[in-house]
């Protein structure tokens, strides 16, 4: 997962994790958590979730989420 990038869209949207995370319906904790290289990170619910939320297309979203 590409964290700067997914934080830089997180900031483009207006948005910071704690929103972003309630958004979503998931702690914000669970959202940093997940953002860490030793974890499993966002199922694929999530990801829609938040390319949804973020407005991302198909490559942004594949570049952030599957490099």
Request: charged letters at 25%; glycine letters at 4%.
């Given at each position: ?23 979503i319906?998931?702690d ?40």
């Open positions: 997962m590409n964290v700067p990038k997914l934080k830089r869209k997180i900031a483009e949207k207006n948005y910071n994790i704690s929103t972003l995370s309630k958004t319906g998931i914000k904790s669970t959202f940093y958590r997940k953002t860490r290289s030793n974890s499993p990170g966002f199922s694929i619910r999530e990801v829609k979730m938040i390319s949804n939320a973020l407005e991302l297309t198909g490559d942004e979203i594949n570049s952030i989420f599957f490099v």
